[in-house]
């Protein structure tokens, strides 16, 4: 069984950072890697992904945190990183992490989830 295990999240005031972490128990190297979130009351959406060394590891973000929030991998220690700076009121939510591929099986995981405030 594949297990994705979130770090970081935390209470932090508005205008403030953090940086989250997700440990995978397999090799990433073949995974599309992602962050998602969900706002109580909302669903889950998308937050950034990046690709795989062998495409790039081309990122890709929501609108809302461009510009804030960096996404980066580490495939030597199997592990998928979100900086957030200027963090907003609005970005308070669970945060995910997502791991899936297609080449050589399809495969599809999340992790537990970490909690971010964002709250003076």
């Known amino acids: 069984q594949v297990q994705l295990v979130e770090s970081g999240g935390g209470l932090v005031q508005p205008g403030g950072s953090l940086r989250l972490s997700c440990t995978a128990s397999?090799?990433?190297?073949?995974?599309?890697m992602g962050w998602y979130r969900q706002a109580p009351g909302k669903e889950r959406e998308l937050v950034a992904t990046i690709t795989s060394i062998t495409f790039g590891s081309s990122t890709n973000y929501a609108d809302s945190v461009k510009g804030r929030f960096i996404i980066s991998r580490d495939d030597t220690k199997n592990t998928l990183y979100l900086q957030m700076n200027g963090l907003k009121s609005e970005d308070t939510a669970v945060y995910y992490c997502?791991?899936?591929?297609?080449?050589?099986?399809?495969?599809?995981?999340w992790g537990q989830g970490t909690q971010v405030m964002v709250s003076s």
């Open positions: 997502n791991a899936r591929r297609v080449i050589p099986t399809w495969a599809n995981y």
């Open positions: 397999v090799s990433i190297v073949d995974f599309i």
